[in-house]
């Protein structure tokens, strides 16, 4: 745990010293965006108990395909299951993560780098941490990607869930020059833990506006067994839902 905590450390470090150089000198640039969502799901699976979720993220793009970002959003997945027993404190996710991308051609690109993801808070003793750090792997053909993340560790706080992985298949058209179509399939595969893995799948709509809005529109579902899935105020995080989020880049 103390070597992962330094990794997400080490990581936000990078990040801020990269966002602060000059463009001219970092030979790259800086971009980022802002947005609201009715409810922020991660694989399928609620974090914010079916609440709305404010997130923002900015990322350095070198000119050679090196980039690194961070990204946040409010969370209430760890809060939710705080007990006078073992009470925790969590209401914050915070990414850093950086890789390189390149294309093969015009049709053919590569994606490949480390993704920490922080949850900033208190936890009692013994309590399985659920910071994360994740290699991923991406090919992808026009508008059709697939990519393949593993973890170095434990799987968001699931003990003894080390070399979890998750698969994802995206595909996402240009419809015109103003709305995009999302689709989207993947699969969570727990280590050690059987009845924790599932499937998500995902079909929806992306519209843009002027001066870098952007309004989506998302239809969510899980087959993830609502008996592990299920949280103490008895919601069901993988259940099938609607998404309308909006978002201003930067």
């Known amino acids: 745990m103390k070597r992962r905590s330094s990794l997400i450390h080490a990581g936000a470090t990078a990040l801020a010293l990269f966002t602060v150089l000059p463009l001219s000198a970092a030979a790259g640039s800086v971009t980022g965006a802002a947005g609201l969502v009715s409810d922020y799901l991660f694989r399928g699976l609620s974090q914010t108990n079916r609440q709305a979720a404010l997130q923002a993220g900015a990322e350095y793009d070198h000119d050679s395909g090196w980039y690194a970002g961070g990204w946040g959003s409010n969370i209430s997945w760890l809060s939710d299951s705080s007990s006078p027993a073992q009470p925790v404190s969590s209401s914050l996710e915070w990414d850093v993560y950086t890789g390189w991308r390149g294309h093969v051609d015009d049709d053919w690109s590569?994606?490949?780098?480390?993704?920490?993801?922080?949850?900033?808070?208190?936890?009692?003793?013994?309590?399985?941490?659920?910071?994360?750090?994740?290699?991923?792997?991406?090919?992808?053909?026009?508008?059709?990607?697939?990519?393949?993340?593993?973890?170095?560790?434990?799987?968001?706080?699931?003990?003894?869930?080390?070399?979890?992985?998750?698969?994802?298949?995206?595909?996402?058209?240009?419809?015109?020059?103003?709305?995009?179509?999302?689709?989207?399939?993947?699969?969570?595969?727990?280590?050690?833990?059987?009845?924790?893995?599932?499937?998500?799948?995902?079909?929806?709509?992306?519209?843009?506006?002027?001066?870098?809005?952007?309004?989506?529109?998302?239809?969510?579902?899980?087959?993830?067994?609502?008996?592990?899935?299920?949280?103490?105020?008895?919601?069901?995080?993988?259940?099938?839902?609607?998404?309308?989020?909006?978002a201003k880049a930067f």
Do not use: C, M
């Open 110 to 246: 590569l994606d490949a780098g480390l993704y920490a993801y922080g949850y900033p808070g208190s936890y009692p003793r013994g309590y399985t941490r659920p910071h994360t750090l994740e290699g991923y792997a991406a090919l992808g053909w026009k508008s059709l990607s697939l990519k393949y993340s593993r973890t170095f560790g434990n799987l968001f706080g699931v003990a003894d869930s080390h070399g979890s992985g998750y698969v994802d298949l995206s595909w996402n058209p240009a419809i015109n020059a103003d709305w995009t179509f999302n689709a989207h399939v993947g699969h969570q595969a727990v280590a050690h833990h059987d009845g924790l893995g599932y499937s998500d799948w995902k079909l929806g709509v992306t519209r843009t506006f002027a001066k870098g809005w952007s309004v989506a529109l998302g239809y969510y579902d899980t087959n993830a067994r609502r008996s592990a899935y299920t949280n103490a105020q008895g919601h069901y995080l993988g259940r099938a839902t609607g998404v309308l989020g909006v």
